[in-house]
């Protein structure tokens, strides 16, 4: 058994790093509100311009002309994965980026071992895990989750457009975690540029909502659909921020709430044991103090 200094030291170590995860777990709640806010605050505008692409779309039919809808052979692709700077989130980071390789496995998986598959990392976690797997790595982007608007997010969505129109990339997707609540997220795997003719749930759902409404357009639908492409495209980006940084702090406080919870139960094992190991201790004193007594009578 442990001597009684080592115990005390342990339980002062113990109790140090739950004062540290106590306060990164009030920490997070605070921000998670702000970030919780911001998502459930935007969905509803999303969906609405969803809507709206529908109803023009549906009406205006296929557009040859978009050049956001190019369906071309896969020369070069591209995989964003949104992650976070800081760890100590659960498995918040190693989701998105397992989401991420098995994507590429799972979609892409006869141009593993031809480099046409590169890596982007927003978030210095993911940059890092996808270093050193040694995989195709474009230029990270740290900045963007620590200071995040609309506007850095739009500018971020047009680089990635004007890419896809330079050819540079023939395919972008995305790889996050959607928001559900605080203590649970989705990852989520969405194919960015070209546009899919087919629907995704969330464009089901905004199919459902939309009305058949006859509209007066000015200047024309199809200038319209064409103005509300790139916006729509840039508004899903920033979505897909907002939802990864809400689920990080909800990530991170659900973790730190079950650290501060495991580092309470240790300080009750170890003064349990602290408490056993003293009792020991005096009851040996007691014993040798009885056997010397007696020896001296005797």
């Known amino acids: 058994?442990?001597?009684?200094?080592?115990?005390?030291?342990?339980i002062a170590s113990v109790a140090s790093t739950r004062q540290i995860t106590s306060a990164m777990k009030m920490v997070a709640a605070a921000r998670l509100k702000k970030a919780q806010d911001?998502?459930?605050?935007?969905?509803?505008?999303?969906?609405?311009?969803?809507?709206?692409m529908v109803n023009v779309a549906s009406s205006v039919?296929?557009?040859?002309?978009?050049?956001?809808?190019?369906?071309?052979?896969y020369t070069q692709v591209l995989i964003v994965v949104i992650t976070s700077n800081?760890?100590?989130?659960?498995?918040?980071?190693?989701?998105?980026i397992k989401e991420a390789v098995q994507l590429a496995e799972r979609k892409y998986?006869?141009?593993?071992?031809s480099d046409k598959i590169r890596y982007m990392a927003i978030g210095k976690k993911g940059y890092d895990v996808l270093r050193k797997r040694k995989v195709p790595l474009d230029e990270p982007n740290m900045e963007i989750i620590e200071q995040l608007t609309y506007e850095n997010a739009s500018e971020f969505a047009q680089s990635l457009m004007n890419a896809f129109v330079d050819g540079r990339y023939d395919c972008i997707d995305i790889v996050y975690n959607e928001f559900i609540n605080?203590?649970?997220?989705?990852?989520?795997?969405k194919q960015f540029l070209p546009l899919l003719p087919e629907e995704n749930g969330k464009e089901k759902n905004a199919r459902k909502k939309a009305t058949r409404?006859?509209?007066?357009?000015?200047?024309?639908?199809?200038?319209?659909?064409?103005?509300?492409?790139?916006?729509?495209?840039r508004l899903i980006l920033y979505e897909a921020l907002l939802d990864s940084v809400a689920s990080e702090f909800g990530a991170r406080m659900t973790s730190m709430h079950q650290a501060t919870d495991n580092a309470t139960t240790l300080i009750q094992d170890l003064t349990l044991q602290y408490n056993k190991a003293r009792q020991a201790a005096i009851t040996n004193e007691l014993v040798e103090i009885v056997g010397g007594a007696e020896a001296l009578k005797g």
């Open 1 to 10: 058994m442990a001597n009684l200094k080592e115990i005390r030291t342990r």
């Open 109 to 113: 998986g006869k141009y593993l071992t």
């Open 38 to 52: 911001a998502v459930t605050n935007f969905r509803p505008y999303a969906l609405k311009m969803q809507e709206i």
């Open 213 to 233: 409404t006859d509209y007066l357009f000015e200047p024309t639908k199809e200038y319209i659909l064409r103005e509300l492409i790139p916006q729509n495209l």
């Open 86 to 96: 800081r760890g100590l989130c659960g498995a918040f980071n190693s989701n998105a």
């Open 61 to 73: 039919g296929r557009d040859d002309d978009n050049v956001y809808a190019k369906d071309r052979d």
């Open 182 to 189: 605080a203590a649970s997220q989705k990852v989520m795997s």
